[in-house]
């Protein structure tokens, strides 16, 4: 069997972004609800991939871009991506310290894969099971990761940013984030190897 | 050559096989892993254990939101001017400024209290201390003063009536409005920018 490699099908800032911002700083509202279209995906992703929790994500993805309408005036030209995905960083953050998410049981109780929507890309049955199954065992690999160094792997591994995108995201030198992603990555590679049999043959560890 | 040396006895760091599996070291620090890796098979397995989990990691499925970000109409009636938290907390600065203004120069124009209250007690009036005697039997004790039946007996000085204790701070009632005013417009501030959001930090 084989798996080609896949990328997110996230979308990249838009050449028309600038000009909604413009529109959504007038007071444009449906302007602003087609850029959180644009970006609602991401922002969805990174809020899952923090909390493991779908219906957390949803709550965080309407927080996200509620806050980012109020504080749209206060944006100045730059990476929306970055500035957008800062603030469900935060949104994520809060409620990872709040008492809601102390009041969780367990890491493993968070996962609600059966909430999830995944996109069905044209794979066999068998490719896709083999995908989910493999998040599934990454999505628990990744809850165990301290809290910043989660935030930067998601960033820049899942989400696909550069380092300066992700370092204007978490709000840090770029020196800082490659620590924490090298942090994190040894963190994962030592719980992937520990549960190898739970992944797909060419991502092993120790083969 | 003392560094090269230095570096080829020892493995790549936690943060070089990160930065390796990501092709992203330069000039020498690349060529230096690159020479190392080809000698060294435990970084390079590490190197391509560490490439394996990116690639998981990448090939992962990107979830879709359950429902659409929807805007709605509370979030829009909510929206407030960027203006109104700036001015809150700039009326809150400014009263706080002139607060610490007007108290720092009414300290400095009010007299010393410690000159004024408490006069400096001539020595003529203090009279000689009492001595304490011990009778012929040795068995009782009096205190007596010495003789100088000349001296009137101490008295202690009255304070003037318009002198403070030391140390104490008086307010006026323009330094309460201050303070009122540094209170109120902060309180304001705090209000309006959680009001606002607080996605942004």
Known sequence: MSLKAYSPPMSQPQPDDDALIQLCQRGDHAAFEQLAHHYERQVYNLAYRMTGSASVAQDILQDTFTSAFRQIGRYRAGNFRAWILRIAANASKDFLRSADHRKQVSLEHLTETTLVQWPDHGESPEDYSLRLELANVLQQAILRLPLEQRLVLVLIDVQGLDYQAAAE??????????????????????HLASHTELLPEQFRLNK | MFLFLRRSRRHLTQSELSLSADGALTGHDRQWAESHLLQCAECARSTVELRRVVNALRWMPAATPIRPFVLAPKAIARRTSRLQPRLALGMAAASL??????????????????????????????????????????????????????????TALPLPQSAEAPGTLRWWPWELALASVFAVASGLALFLRRRTGSGLR
């Not at chain 1, 030198?173 to 090298?182: A, D, E, Y």
């Open chain 1, 169 to 190: 995201s978490v709000k840090a030198p770029v020196g800082t984030v490659k620590s924490r992603l090298s942090r994190a990555r040894a963190a994962m590679r030592v």
């Open chain 2, 97 to 154: 400024a002139a607060l610490v203004a007007v108290s720092a120069t009414d300290l400095t124009l009010r007299p010393a209290h410690n000159e004024t209250s408490i006069p400096a007690v001539p020595a003529a009036t203090t009279g000689p201390r009492p001595v304490a005697t011990v009778g012929p039997a040795g068995s009782a004790t009096e205190i007596s003063s010495p003789a100088t039946p000349e001296a009137p007996p101490p």
